[in-house]
């Protein structure tokens, strides 16, 4: 089963799990900093770690590891089978984002929470948490966003990691 990271209203944001104790959320300047990010982008906390900062809009976001994608529902079905709609992904126009070096135990979490209080992977309601764990083979990628719409009745917005050299 699927688990969903979701905000209480703002940014979600994707730090490396070694790193989550120095995220201080809406207690210190990183919840601002992640605020202030159009769509997608970098910033650097604590002792200049990298965050990835997801803010199109406060959705749940979920990753999938087999296809390296982040995938934020938009609008859609409750029932639909999300990874099979994007793992079909027929024509898709993807606009290259931000690079970022990523590696091993991730965390997405809502931005607001600082992260010595986060509870990974802690279902809440309907699979969703206020924070996920997330694998990533370490190395760079670059970020590239697009909107998936299987049908006129559902729409995820997709942000896949391309290995960069």
Do not use: N
């Amino acid at each position: 089963m699927q688990i969903w990271a979701e905000s209480s209203g703002g940014p979600l944001v994707l730090v490396a799990e070694k790193a989550l104790k120095e995220w201080t959320g809406a207690k210190g300047d990183d919840y601002e900093l992640a605020c202030a990010v159009d769509d997608l982008g970098v910033i650097r906390f604590g002792a200049g770690e990298p965050a990835l900062v997801f803010w199109d809009e406060p959705a749940s976001v979920t990753y999938f590891q087999r296809l390296r994608m982040f995938v934020q529902w938009v609008y859609g079905d409750p029932g639909c089978d999300v990874e099979q709609a994007v793992s079909e992904l027929g024509d898709v126009t993807w606009e290259q984002g931000p690079a970022m070096d990523f590696g091993g135990s991730m965390v997405l979490l809502d931005a607001a929470v600082p992260g010595p209080e986060i509870q990974i992977d802690e279902v809440r309601g309907d699979m969703d948490a206020e924070a996920i764990s997330v694998e990533i083979v370490p190395g760079r990628y670059r970020v590239d966003c697009g909107e998936i719409r299987p049908d006129e009745h559902t729409c995820f917005r997709c942000y896949r990691l391309v290995a960069v050299a």
